[in-house]
């Protein structure tokens, strides 16, 4: 058994040496929780997209494009590539919504279920501050029909 | 193990020790596995790489030869709807164009591809959209072909294509992230509210309306080393996808590169305002030619923005259209 002592050693060196490789985080700008509900007209919106667009207008020129998907209950929560949150600062948001595609109709476009204006990214209207503390609802949309 | 005097007797490997050189053996197959593996896509990505410059120069060719780049769709068409959709017009894709250049002459000549051929005017011409080409497949992706399920042509059979060409970077659908409405493409304001624009009146090189101007290679605002001319797709994914249809022949870099949904998984492949775009099976990016000919692999982690751009001829009113 001596011999093959050293033998295993080797092995087991060789092993730590391999699995050393792996592990390690990543950092990345720190980002706050933002989430919201969606109403269009006060009737919850049960799918669709958010987008937070850094307001340049208002001096906020983050590269980064928040971004949350909604859910049947309505609520979406922004995600920054993929973190959850988004940073601090001020933001235009867009608002866009669609049925379906239709599979008799592949290349027609799906209805929208939200005024095509709140998705127009030339055109921004609805903004939004993403805050330390925020109140209660305050990164809830409510959309005019 | 006490040595055994018995004469002759040879030392032998012990059980212990056998199974550590296993182990060893076992330890650099695995890290070499991978590595044979990496090989085999590298040169699969380098085929793939291939065909993109094949395109790229047969769009030269064409372009030397009409002084205009190949275009989609019939010069004959008038207004930006006849664009689509479906077989029974002239709406013969870029790639259709460009086969005498790329040693396809026999299949464009089958296929009478001109301003007044139907996609489906005849058994003769059904039977030619249904061919493969063998450049149009990039070898990391295993794409059926000829297929039944193409947007607008099913169930026709159509060949299928790895390539597209490169539409620009506004886009009016889909979710919220994919909507990016400058600059405008060569017919000025976007239609209605960003909706449709970067399909009707994309700002790059290749759309499916763009048989309403005439764009030739030096008209290339933002230089061709620095404009992508077509990107790679993956079919399964994406229905719009076959080489002899315009509508299936184009993409847009609005919607960003490989995209997913927020949550990881796969968009439905005919959710077009999510997957009328570009995407590979190589490893963390996608190849694409550039006007002047080059290939480069981009990352999927570029930033949004600066693929785009990347994507646009230069936003103006590049060139006068025929009417």
Redesign the interface.
């Known amino acids: 058994?001596a011999?093959?002592l050293p033998?295993?050693l080797?092995?087991l060196a060789?092993?730590l040496f391999?699995l050393a490789g792996c592990g390690g985080g990543s950092g990345g700008p720190s980002l706050t929780p933002v989430s919201g509900k969606v109403t269009v007209g006060g009737k919850v919106l049960t799918r669709?997209?958010?987008?937070f667009r850094p307001d340049k207008a208002r001096g906020n020129n983050d590269?980064s494009?928040p971004?949350?998907?909604i859910g049947p209950d309505g609520v979406y929560k922004l995600?920054t590539g993929k973190n959850l949150g988004a940073p601090l600062g001020k933001y235009v948001v867009?608002?866009?919504a669609?049925e379906?595609?239709d599979?008799n109709k592949?290349?027609d476009?799906?209805k929208s279920l939200v005024n095509?204006?709140y998705?127009?990214?030339?055109m921004p209207i609805l903004q939004l501050d993403v805050v330390e503390n925020p109140k209660p609802g305050h990164y809830d949309l409510d959309i005019p029909k | 193990m006490g040595a055994r005097t018995v004469t002759g007797a040879r030392r032998a490997f012990t059980l212990i020790e056998l199974l550590v050189v296993i182990a060893i053996i076992a330890i650099l197959i695995g890290l070499l596995l991978p590595a044979v593996q990496k090989v085999r896509e590298a040169a699969a990505r380098a085929q793939c790489q291939n065909n993109l410059k094949q395109l790229a120069l047969g769009v030269h060719g064409f372009n030397d030869v009409h002084k205009t780049l190949p275009h989609n769709g019939s010069r004959n068409f008038t207004t930006q709807g006849q664009s689509c959709c479906g077989a029974g017009a002239p709406r013969w894709s870029w790639i259709a164009r460009i086969l005498p250049y790329i040693e396809q002459d026999n299949l464009f000549k089958q296929a009478s591809v001109s301003e007044t051929t139907n996609l489906n005017a005849n058994a003769v011409v059904l039977d030619a959209i249904s061919r493969t080409i063998p450049i149009l497949l990039c070898p990391s992706d295993n794409a059926i072909t000829p297929r039944t399920d193409a947007a607008n042509l099913s169930p026709i059979r159509v060949g299928t294509t790895n390539y597209k060409g490169v539409s620009g970077g506004n886009w009016g659908n889909g979710e919220t992230r994919w909507r990016w409405g400058s600059p405008n493409g060569p017919f000025g304001s976007p239609l209605g509210t960003a909706n449709h624009s970067g399909i009707l009146n994309g700002n790059g090189i290749f759309f499916r309306a763009d048989y309403l101007r005439k764009l030739a290679i030096n008209q290339i605002r933002d230089g061709t080393s620095n404009t992508f001319m077509i990107g790679e797709v993956i079919p399964s994914l994406d229905i719009h996808t076959s080489w002899p249809y315009s509508n299936n022949a184009c993409g847009t870099c609005g919607i960003g590169p490989n995209s997913k949904r927020v949550n990881g998984t796969d968009y439905a492949a005919n959710d077009w305002p999510n997957v009328y775009s570009f995407r590979s099976r190589h490893s963390n990016g996608l190849q694409f030619a550039l006007g002047d000919g080059s290939v480069r692999f981009v990352s999927e982690t570029i930033p949004i923005a600066r693929y785009r751009a990347l994507c646009s001829v230069g936003g103006g009113e590049i060139a006068s259209s025929d009417n």
């Open positions: 058994m011999r093959s033998c295993s080797l092995l060789i092993v391999v669709g997209s958010v987008s590269p494009e971004f949350g998907d995600y867009l608002v866009a669609t379906e595609v599979p592949p290349s476009t799906p095509l204006k998705s127009d990214p030339d």
